[in-house]
C-alpha cells in the first residue's frame, strides 16, 4: 500500500525540485560532438599521432561540458558511414555541431575525401567507393542550428596518392586539401594546413595543430573565429612558419564561443597594450582570406575607424581589378575583330566602325588600370595613417608606464630609511624589465621575412647583411620602397599585410621548385639534366665514314689512266720514215708495234666481229 506524502515531506521535495531547476542554466544550448581518429591503416604505413590527437580532442570537448562527444578510432568505411549516419541523428536538436577528423585525406579533382583504415585505393576511381567525401560530412551536421564546423587535421603527405594508378591522365590529384567555399549559412571548416599544402605530425605526442586546439578552442566566451586566429599564431611559430592552419566559411556578426562566458570562471584577461589589436587581428584574416565576402563581414562588424577605410579602399581595388580585367578583355576582342574585318577585306564603314569600337575600349582600359593606380595609392596614403596612428598610441602608452614607473620608483625611495625592505616586490619589479624592444621588432621583421619567402637565416633579433638582402628582395618583388637599413613596426607592419609567398623560391641546379620546398629533378632513363636544368632526351651517336687519305687521282693521272689500264688500245701514228707497204703506218699490239705489211690495210673492227678488245673494238692489219 501506497504512504501518502505528509506537508513536510512534500514540502522538502518541492524545495529540492525548485533548488535543482535553479541550479540548471537558462536556454543551455545542446552541443554534440564527433571525434573520428584514424592511425592503423591496413595497406600503408601507419600514423602514429591521429589516435592521440583525437583523444585529446574528445578530452578538451568532454571537460568543455559537450552534452556528446562520440570518439571513434580506427573504423572502416562502413563502420564510419554509420558512425556520421547516427551522428546525424544527434545533431537535429542541437544548436552547435563539431566533427573533428585526423587521419588521411586526399583530393582529387577539387573534392576532398577523407580515407577510412581498409581502403586501397588501387586506382583513382577507387576513391568514390573506398573513402567518404567531406560533403558527406557536412551532411551529418547540417540540422545543427548555430554553428557547424568541421576540423581536419587531414593535410598530411598522402602515400596513396604516390602508388594509385590514373585511369584518365587528365584526372587532377592535388598536394593536401582543396579550397572549399561552404554554400550553407554558419559552416566553418578548418584545415590543419592551407589549401595544396600539407602539414607536419610534429615531434611530439600530439600534432602542432591539435595541442593549439586544445589550448584556444574551449576558452570560455572566445569567439570561434578568434579561437582559430589564435591557433594559426601557435602554430607558424611552433613550425617556423612551414605550417599555417586555415578556415573556410563565414558566421554573422555575434561572437560564436564553444564555450559561453562563465560568470564564476572566467579567463584572465592581460591588458592589452593596443586598444585596436582585435580590430586588427580580424582585418588582417579578411585581408588573409582576400574575397569580397570577408571584407563585407569586417565592415558589418566595425563600420567605422582606420581599419574599415582600409577595407572599404580594399573592396574598391578589388572592383578596380575587375573592372580592369573586364576592360582589358574588351580591348583585346575589339581589336581582334578589327584585324579580322581587315583582314577579310570587309567594307570600309565596318572597319572603321571597329576601329572606333577597338580605340574606344582601349580608352576604357588605361582609364580602368588609371583608375586601380588609384585606388592603390588611396590605400596606401590610409595605410600610412593607420600606421601613423599606432605608432603616437603605442609610444603614449610606453609613456604612460615609463611615467608609472617613475613614480613608483620616487616612492620607494622616499619610504623611511629604517624600514623593512620587501623583497619579494623587489623581485617583482625586476621581473618586470624586459629585453630590448628593438630586438622583438627586428624578430617579428625576421619571421615575416621568412614567412613570404626572403629569408632563409634564423629570426636571430640582429639586422644584419642577410636581413637587409631579404628585405631588398621584399622590395623588388612587393614593389615597396621600405628602408632596409633598420627594421621597425612600419616595415613590419607592410610585410604583414602579404598573406602568401612574395619571393620566389630559387633552387640550385639539378633541383626544381615543389611547393615551399626544392626537391631533387630525376630523368628517366635515355634522359640526361642539361644546362636549362630540363631533362633531354640522349641522341645515338651515327658511324661517320672518314677518309684516311687523300686518294683522289689527279687530272693527269685520270687522263693517262685508260692508257693504262688498256694495253690493247691500238695507236695508229705515222713512221718516222716513209718507207714500207703500208703507207708509213704501223699497228701496236700486246707484242709492241710494228709496221704493216705490203698489200695490207688498217680496219677498225669491234669485238663481235673478231675484234682484239674485250667490251670494245680496235684497229686490226687485214692482208688480202
Same mark, same amino acid.
Given at each position: 500500500?501506497?504512504k501518502?506524502?505528509g506537508f $513536510?515531506g512534500l514540502h522538502?521535495?518541492v524545495?529540492?525540485?525548485?533548488?535543482?531547476?535553479?541550479?540548471?542554466?537558462?536556454f543551455?544550448?545542446?552541443?554534440?560532438a564527433?571525434?573520428?581518429?584514424? !592511425?592503423?591503416y591496413?595497406n600503408?604505413?601507419p600514423?602514429?599521432?591521429?589516435?592521440? *590527437?583525437?583523444?585529446l580532442?574528445?578530452a578538451?570537448? #568532454?571537460d568543455a561540458?559537450?552534452d556528446?562527444v562520440?570518439?571513434?578510432?580506427d573504423l572502416?568505411?562502413? =563502420?564510419t558511414?554509420?558512425?556520421?549516419?547516427?551522428?546525424?541523428?544527434?545533431?537535429?536538436d542541437?544548436?552547435?555541431?563539431v566533427v %573533428?577528423?585526423a587521419g588521411?585525406g586526399? =583530393?582529387?579533382?577539387?573534392?576532398?575525401?577523407?580515407?577510412?583504415?581498409d581502403?586501397?585505393?588501387?586506382?583513382d576511381?577507387?576513391?568514390?567507393?573506398?573513402?567518404?567525401?567531406?560533403?558527406?560530412?557536412l551532411?551529418?551536421?547540417? $540540422?545543427a542550428? &548555430?554553428?557547424?564546423l568541421?576540423i581536419?587535421?587531414?593535410c598530411?603527405?598522402?602515400?596513396?596518392a604516390k +602508388?594509385m594508378k590514373?585511369?584518365?591522365?587528365?584526372?587532377?590529384?592535388?598536394?593536401?586539401?582543396?579550397?572549399? =567555399?561552404?554554400?550553407?549559412?554558419?559552416?566553418l571548416?578548418a %584545415? !590543419?594546413a #592551407?589549401?595544396?599544402?600539407?602539414?607536419?605530425?610534429?615531434?611530439?605526442r600530439n600534432?602542432?595543430?591539435?595541442?593549439?586546439l586544445?589550448?584556444?578552442?574551449?576558452?570560455p566566451g572566445?569567439?570561434?573565429?578568434?579561437?582559430f586566429? %589564435?591557433?594559426?599564431?601557435?602554430?607558424?611559430k611552433?613550425t617556423?612558419?612551414?605550417?599555417?592552419p586555415?578556415?573556410y566559411g563565414?558566421?554573422?556578426?555575434e561572437d560564436? $564561443?564553444?564555450?559561453?562566458?562563465?560568470?564564476?570562471?572566467s579567463?584572465?584577461?592581460a591588458?592589452?597594450?593596443n586598444?585596436?589589436?582585435?580590430?586588427?587581428?580580424?582585418?588582417?584574416?579578411?585581408?588573409?582570406? @582576400?574575397?569580397?565576402?570577408a571584407l563585407? /563581414?569586417?565592415?558589418?562588424q566595425?563600420?567605422d575607424g582606420f581599419?574599415?577605410s582600409?577595407?572599404?579602399l580594399?573592396?574598391?581595388k578589388?572592383?578596380?581589378e575587375?573592372?580592369?580585367?573586364?576592360?582589358?578583355e &574588351?580591348?583585346?576582342a575589339?581589336?581582334?575583330?578589327?584585324m579580322r574585318?581587315a583582314?577579310?577585306?570587309?567594307?570600309r564603314?565596318?572597319?572603321?566602325?571597329?576601329?572606333?569600337d577597338?580605340?574606344?575600349?582601349?580608352q576604357?582600359r588605361? /582609364?580602368?588600370?588609371?583608375?586601380?593606380q588609384v585606388a592603390q595609392?588611396?590605400?596606401a596614403?590610409?595605410?600610412q595613417?593607420?600606421?601613423a596612428?599606432?605608432k603616437a598610441?603605442a609610444?603614449?602608452?610606453a609613456?604612460?608606464k615609463a611615467?608609472a614607473d617613475?613614480?613608483a620608483?620616487?616612492?620607494?625611495?622616499a619610504a623611511?630609511?629604517a624600514?623593512?625592505? *620587501?623583497?619579494?616586490?623587489a623581485v617583482?619589479?625586476?621581473?618586470?624589465s624586459? @629585453?630590448?624592444?628593438q630586438?622583438?621588432?627586428t624578430?617579428?621583421v625576421q619571421t615575416?621575412?621568412r614567412?613570404?619567402?626572403?629569408l +632563409? @637565416?634564423a629570426?636571430?633579433?640582429e639586422w644584419n647583411?642577410a636581413?637587409q638582402?631579404?628585405l +631588398?628582395?621584399?622590395?623588388?618583388?612587393?614593389?615597396?620602397?621600405l628602408?632596409t637599413?633598420?627594421?621597425?613596426?612600419?616595415t613590419l *607592419?607592410?610585410i &604583414?599585410?602579404?598573406s602568401?609567398?612574395?619571393?620566389?623560391?630559387?633552387?640550385?641546379?639539378?633541383y626544381?621548385?615543389d611547393?615551399?620546398r626544392c626537391?631533387r629533378?630525376?630523368?628517366?632513363e635515355?634522359?640526361?639534366?642539361n644546362?636549362?636544368?630540363a631533362?633531354?632526351?640522349?641522341?645515338?651517336?651515327k658511324?661517320?665514314a672518314?677518309?684516311?687519305?687523300?686518294?683522289r687521282p689527279t687530272?693527269r693521272?685520270?687522263?693517262e689512266r685508260?692508257?693504262?689500264?688498256? $694495253?690493247?688500245?691500238?695507236?695508229r701514228?705515222?713512221l718516222? !720514215? !716513209?718507207?714500207?707497204? @703500208?703507207?708509213?703506218?704501223?699497228?701496236c699490239?700486246?707484242?709492241?708495234c710494228r709496221p704493216?705489211?705490203?698489200?695490207c690495210?688498217?680496219?677498225?673492227?669491234t669485238?663481235?666481229?673478231?675484234g682484239?678488245? =674485250?667490251g670494245g673494238?680496235?684497229n686490226?692489219?687485214?692482208?688480202n
Open positions: 500500500m501506497m501518502s506524502i $513536510p522538502r521535495l524545495l529540492a525540485l525548485f533548488l535543482v531547476l535553479m541550479c540548471q542554466p537558462a543551455a544550448e545542446k552541443r554534440v564527433l571525434v573520428l581518429s584514424n !592511425s592503423a591496413q600503408v604505413a600514423l602514429p599521432n591521429p589516435i592521440n *590527437d583525437g583523444a580532442i574528445a578538451t570537448l #568532454k561540458g559537450f556528446v562520440d570518439f571513434r578510432r572502416p568505411a562502413l =563502420e558511414r554509420r558512425a556520421l549516419r547516427d551522428f546525424a541523428d544527434r545533431a537535429r542541437a544548436e552547435i555541431a %573533428y577528423y588521411h586526399i =583530393e582529387v579533382d577539387g573534392a576532398n575525401y577523407l580515407i577510412p583504415v581502403a586501397r585505393l588501387e586506382r576511381t577507387d576513391v568514390y567507393d573506398e573513402a567518404f567525401s567531406l560533403d558527406r560530412v551532411i551529418a551536421i547540417e $540540422p542550428k &548555430k554553428l557547424r568541421v581536419l587535421d587531414a598530411r603527405d598522402n602515400p596513396f +602508388t590514373r585511369t584518365v591522365a587528365s584526372r587532377a590529384i592535388g598536394q593536401g586539401l582543396a579550397k572549399v =567555399e561552404p554554400t550553407s549559412p554558419n559552416v571548416i %584545415y !590543419s #592551407k589549401a595544396g599544402s600539407t602539414a607536419a605530425d610534429g615531434d611530439g600534432s602542432p595543430f591539435t595541442s593549439a586544445s589550448k584556444h578552442l574551449t576558452t572566445l569567439d570561434v573565429r578568434r579561437a586566429g %589564435y591557433v594559426r599564431d601557435d602554430v607558424l611552433s617556423n612558419n612551414r605550417q599555417e586555415f578556415v563565414s558566421l554573422g556578426g560564436v $564561443p564553444l564555450v559561453p562566458a562563465s560568470a564564476k570562471v579567463p584572465p584577461a591588458p592589452a597594450p586598444p585596436q589589436a582585435d580590430i586588427r587581428r580580424d582585418y588582417e584574416l579578411a585581408l588573409q582570406i @582576400g574575397n569580397e565576402s563585407n /563581414a569586417f565592415l558589418a566595425y563600420p581599419y574599415a582600409l577595407a572599404k580594399q573592396l574598391e578589388i572592383a578596380a575587375e573592372a580592369r580585367v573586364a576592360a582589358t &574588351k580591348a583585346r575589339a581589336e581582334q575583330e578589327r574585318l583582314a577579310e577585306g570587309a567594307q564603314a565596318q572597319q572603321a566602325k571597329a576601329a572606333a577597338a580605340r574606344a575600349a582601349e576604357a588605361i /582609364a580602368a588600370e588609371k583608375a586601380k595609392e588611396q590605400a596614403v590610409a595605410e595613417k593607420r600606421l596612428a599606432e598610441l609610444d603614449k602608452i609613456a604612460d611615467a617613475k613614480a620608483g620616487d616612492q620607494a625611495a623611511p630609511a624600514g623593512p625592505v *620587501d623583497k619579494d616586490k617583482n619589479v625586476a621581473a618586470l624586459t @629585453g630590448s624592444p630586438v622583438d621588432v624578430k617579428s615575416e621575412l614567412r613570404v619567402g626572403c +632563409t @637565416g629570426a636571430d633579433g647583411a636581413s638582402r631579404s +631588398t628582395l621584399f622590395n623588388r618583388y612587393a614593389k615597396t620602397r628602408d637599413k633598420v627594421a621597425n613596426v612600419d *607592419d607592410a &604583414k599585410l602579404k602568401s609567398r612574395v619571393c620566389p623560391l630559387v633552387c640550385e641546379h639539378g626544381k621548385a611547393g615551399d626537391t629533378i630525376v630523368c628517366g635515355g634522359s640526361f639534366l644546362d636549362d636544368n631533362c633531354e632526351k640522349r641522341r645515338e651517336k658511324p661517320v672518314k677518309r684516311d687519305s687523300d686518294d687530272r693521272e685520270r687522263a685508260p692508257t693504262r689500264e688498256r $694495253p690493247d688500245v691500238r695507236i701514228r705515222p718516222a !720514215s !716513209s718507207g714500207g707497204g @703500208g703507207g708509213g703506218q704501223v699497228v699490239d700486246r707484242g709492241g704493216i705489211s705490203r698489200g690495210h688498217l680496219e677498225y673492227r669485238t663481235a666481229q673478231g682484239p678488245y =674485250e673494238g680496235g686490226i692489219q687485214v692482208c
